[in-house]
């Protein structure tokens, strides 16, 4: 049974940061593409930041680049998102996502590309 549980989540104020982590259990870690989306209240799902089996390769969110970092620890299954200078509108639910396709064979941002999901961790940002 594949198993993603995401953790790091809370309230943080307008300008600070957040590590959020995904621990991944029941799949070959290894071999999966990782990915992080978020979804506001009332809005739809939308793609953050996907990372490459080996972590070399790494797709962003325009918006979002050269804010947050995704990377990950397969020795430890587990996939990170750093937030810097966190802003009231980067408020919502953080999903992690795996996906057994090879990076880039499908869209990346697209995310039907994805097979297994976390429950979701909250983050909120104070103004």
């Known amino acids: 049974q594949v198993q993603l549980v995401e953790s790091g989540g809370g309230l943080v104020q307008a300008g600070g940061s957040l590590r959020l982590s995904c621990a991944a259990s029941?799949?070959?870690?290894?071999?999966?593409?990782m990915a992080w989306f978020r979804q506001a209240p009332g809005k739809e799902r939308e793609f953050v930041a996907a990372?490459?089996?080996?972590?070399?390769?790494?797709h962003y969110s325009d918006s979002l680049k050269g804010r947050f970092t995704i990377s990950r620890d397969n020795a430890k299954n587990t996939v990170f998102l750093q937030m810097n200078s966190l802003k009231p509108e980067d408020t919502a639910v953080y999903y992690c996502?795996?996906?057994?396709?090879?990076?880039?064979?499908?869209?990346?941002?697209?995310?039907?590309?994805?097979?297994?999901w976390g429950q979701g961790i909250q983050v909120t940002v104070s103004s």
């Open positions: 990372l490459s089996w080996s972590g070399t390769s790494t």
């Open positions: 996502a795996a996906s057994p396709f090879a990076f880039s064979a499908q869209p990346m941002g697209d995310s039907t590309t994805y097979t297994y």
């Open positions: 029941g799949l070959t870690f290894s071999s999966y593409v």
